[in-house]
């Protein structure tokens, strides 16, 4: 006999004699049992926020300056914390406690909107979450190279000009993030985004403290109330260098492409709605309180001429500890790494599994019993294959175009609206069946518009920025 369980096939039971732990076992979905909770769902956030762009703050806050730069990162503390809300309250269709679970962004698009919408959403979800892969390898091997260049300058005495090849660092990211990879799903990931949220704010207090340092040193605090000077840069690139700001800030604060699937690992009771309201709430705010004081701290020590990564341009001495801090910044990146590209990795499987679902190399799993008295790993052929195709594929990409950062800026700049903004705003409207015209639904459009505005005017810095870098394009130049 096949039954259906919740849309899930049952084989040969019925729902009478089931056995009576079964909801100990498996959720109201049929799936297993999840069990994250606000802390673990707290660690995924902030591993995907608290990225190493926080050490690129103090450069957005010297373009715009003492007043503008603390502004618009609060600013969009605020926007991200609010659009999160509404983007969480749309897990469930219907009611917040047994409606249909969403288990995917794109799966919240489809049942609030639908239409030509989910294809849009897809699409600029996935190559955002492409993009990130790329940016991840790059930004690790950035910092791998930072500690071997210190090591360099501390035993030359500052004498050798310390240039070093990339490649090697990027093709070693690679091959760890191949074996990361393995790991099925999203729920299995909880570990290593812990380890890795922990390394987030190691480095990130080590540049804390090398910066209160610097301004010690300095016995004043650097910088102005606008930022850099026209003189110092011609008044075109202070413009541009503003709106690029502004992409840097919004694409440090975005983790909406893979907030419902974090939301989905979640236990429940209770509600998930509600865990996620304080985990949303938790992660907001120790971010922006780690954005505030590093971009604020490194801009007081460096003033105008603040680096675009406060610990491989910044900082040298004492050279031990920026090796620490870097070092810390490349475990990050290993989890951070994972936490987007799941999302990813999971679409790809489940549409392979719908559109051959006889397919032996996509469906079935072969038990491999690692340790004694553990369950044994499920080794799915498929996901071997084409996860670590992927990750290949972002790998030769990072070496192909070593300032693809500049792009990735630009894609986080035109992410920033449609998936932070757009789509949780409408998607809540739909499902709160706010009347449109109303009081809130104006405010909501409203805010939607101005993030818009905002939004293009840091994809255009971020342009400008990528025909600046095409200017001196070498493939596969990966000396820094």
Known sequence: ??????????????????????????????????????????????????????????????????????????????????????????????????????????????????????????????????GTAIGYTIASAVSMIAIQRSNCHHKSHGKDP???????????????????????????????????????????????????????????????????????????????????????????????????????????????????????????????????????????????TSPGNLLSGGFFNPYWLIDIANLTIVIHLVGAYQVYCQPLFAFVENQASKRFPDSKLITKEIKIRLFPGREPYNLNLFRLVWRTLFVILTTLISMLMPFFNDVLGFLGAIGFWPLTVYFPVEMYIEHKRIQRWSTRWVCLQVLSFACLVVTLASAAGSVVGIVTDLKTYKPFKTDF
Request: glycine residues 10%; aromatic residues 12%; proline residues 3%.
């Open 1 to 130: 006999m096949v039954g259906t369980v919740n849309g899930t096939q049952s084989f040969g039971v019925s729902m009478d004699v089931l056995p009576k732990n079964r909801s100990d076992l498996f959720d109201d979905d049929g799936r297993p049992k999840r069990t994250g909770t606000v802390w673990t769902a707290s660690a995924h956030i902030i591993t995907a926020v608290i990225g190493s762009g926080v050490l690129s703050l103090a450069w957005a806050v010297a373009q715009l300056g003492w007043v503008a730069g603390p502004a618009v990162m609060f600013l969009f503390s605020l926007v991200t914390y609010y659009t999160s809300i509404l983007l969480c309250s749309c897990y469930r269709s219907g009611d917040s406690v047994s409606g249909k679970r969403n288990y995917t962004y794109m799966d919240a698009v489809q049942a609030n909107l639908g239409g030509v919408k989910v294809k849009l959403c897809g699409l600029v979800q996935y190559l955002n979450l492409f």
């Open 162 to 304: 310390c240039h070093i090849n990339g490649n090697p660092y990027m093709i070693a990211f690679g091959v760890a993030q191949i074996v990361f990879s393995q790991i099925p799903d999203f729920d299995r990931l909880w570990w290593l985004s812990i380890v890795a949220a922990v390394m987030s704010f190691m480095y990130s207090s080590i540049g804390l403290a090398l910066g209160v340092s610097k301004v010690a040193e300095n016995k004043e605090i650097k910088g102005s109330l606008t930022g850099i000077g026209v003189g110092t840069v011609t008044p075109s690139q202070k413009v541009w260098r503003s709106f690029q700001a502004l992409g840097n800030i919004a694409f440090a604060y975005s983790y909406s492409m893979i907030l419902i699937e974090i939301q989905d690992t979640l236990k429940s009771p209770p509600v998930e709605e509600k865990t996620m309201r304080k985990a949303t709430l938790i992660s907001v705010a120790v971010t922006t309180l780690f954005y505030m004081l590093c971009g604020c701290i490194g801009y007081a020590a460096f003033g105008d």
